[in-house]
């Protein structure tokens, strides 16, 4: 149970009037609330294969009737939400998951939603649908690990509005800016509220490299960083904030884009993922002050996986006009302390009990406690076009293969660190020693065919759904797009604007 003083400074209205975490949700604390907030309506929400939240709107209209809709869920047509299910077969049955119901924050009608999963006709759960593969790789897991796997996202995304700003920052130089040299902190700020209000675990929020304008608009680049959470939780708490800052961009009159590039020369969007082990409530990335071997084979297996990975993370033909050198987005298979030209980035952990806040605030006498555990590793690869739930189940697959199954995991990882930019002229012998990612969808697609036998196994990933991750991407033809778009600015502003809404 939640002590006292967490649940009176829980943002979440449903944690604070149930006073219990929502991971204890039951069916009966979601009535009560209902029935005492004075609740409206009920809306089931589920991702489709576009990777956005769809609705089913309930009116309540009597205790049984919400007590059936809690206990039975609902049937939807699967032929329309996803493309391997045909017209001819295509019931399926969302059920609500008690422990993610919000308060909808943008509905004049008092209205809760509750995520809802996917369940077959026999009342099994969907193997092909993406929360259900996260789930079963999550607890795969798991079970060969013996460690749970914490994960969380870095959110970036630009917003795009009418040019008129008093203040304008200089181009490519907003990284945490404050008003008025930033247009749309508010935004963000509100946006940040509402989605710690719906659950999300946020760690903070600032403005971000990526700025400029054109003759009309401008661009404005944000982050939101999220708190290490279970796999399944990260890719829900992702989900809603990206429901949430498009909504606020349309009360707003700006366009929200997640997309990986904008335009070129220009910093992108990317979707980092931050993961660590955890073993009895406890993170176990660290032993004896240095990265654990066990984090080591974590690292060792995504690298290993790291051009398949971008089946699931890079989806889109601008994904891979992100992935250039000199713009702090990885493209050579490597690992490193704080570097961000690596693919995989062991960031600061605050391992070492320093006096910090002692010699920041020599007036402080009280004792101030070491806090251990904070350590994580990056995959710097993914971006907005993700299917966030495949995604983080390629990255369980892949930690679990480093960890139980690679043949000398610790010494691939010794292999391929750099402590170097790998980029700077002078260590360009190095770069040339590492494999490179994918540059293009297509490419992406053949590396997810080379490795598919590691994402298929234990049933993880279903046959069906590696095929049709693997038509769709190569659908793009893109293979030489990068080449062919060079120097082509409306060319590349046409495939911008083609995909400024991905997922």
Known sequence: MLRDSEIS??????????????????????????????????????????????????????????????STGERVDGSSLF???????????????????????????????????????????????PENILHKAHEMFKRETGFTLKAMGELEYYVVSAKGHLYPERDQK?????????????????????????????????????????????FEQHEIEFLPVDLEDAADQLVVAK???????????VNISFAPKITVGKAGSG??????????????????????????????????NA????????????????????????????????NRSSLVRVPLGWVAETSMIKNANPQETSEIPYIPGKQTVELRSPDGSADVYLLLAGIAVSGAYGLTQLENPLEMAEKLYVSVNIFREENKARQNQ?????ISCYESADCLEDKRHIFEANGIFPAGTIDRIIDQLKAFEDKDLSHKLYGDNKAIRELVDKHLHCM
């Not at 089931?44 to 309540?60: H, I, M, P, S, W």
């Not at 590492?434 to 994918?438: A, K």
């Open 434 to 438: 590492l494999q490179h990612l994918p």
């Open 307 to 338: 051009m398949a990975l971008t089946a699931f993370g890079n989806t889109i033909p601008t994904s891979y006009l992100r992935l250039v050198p000199h713009q702090e987005a990885p493209t050579n298979i490597c690992w490193g302390d704080t």
């Open 174 to 218: 907003g990284y945490h800016s404050s008003p008025p040299f930033t247009n749309w902190d508010k935004l963000r700020t509100e946006a940040m509220v509402l989605i710690a209000q719906c659950g999300g675990q946020i760690k903070y929020g600032h403005s971000e490299v990526g700025n400029f304008s054109t003759d009309n608009e401008e």
């Open 9 to 70: 400074m829980n943002p979440n209205p449903l944690v604070r009037s149930l006073r219990k975490p929502s991971a204890e949700f039951t069916k009966y604390d979601i009535i009560n609330y209902i029935e005492e907030q004075g609740i409206k309506m009920l809306n089931f929400r589920y991702v489709a294969e576009d990777g956005k939240l769809k609705t089913l709107n309930f009116v309540v209209n009597s205790k049984y009737h919400l007590e059936t809709l809690l």
């Open 243 to 253: 429901w949430i800052l498009r909504m606020l961009g349309n009360k707003y009159g």
């Open 83 to 129: 493309s391997f299910i045909e017209a001819g077969k295509s019931d399926l049955y969302v059920i609500p998951r008690f422990k993610t119901a919000y308060l909808n924050p943008f509905t004049e009608v008092p209205t809760l939603d509750v995520l809802c999963g996917y369940y077959t006709a026999e009342g099994q759960p969907l193997a092909s649908a």
């Open 271 to 304: 979707l980092h993922i931050h993961m660590a082990l955890h073993k009895d409530g406890e993170n176990m990335m660290i032993e004896k002050g240095k990265l654990s071997n066990n984090a080591r084979k974590l690292i060792a297996g995504l690298l290993d």
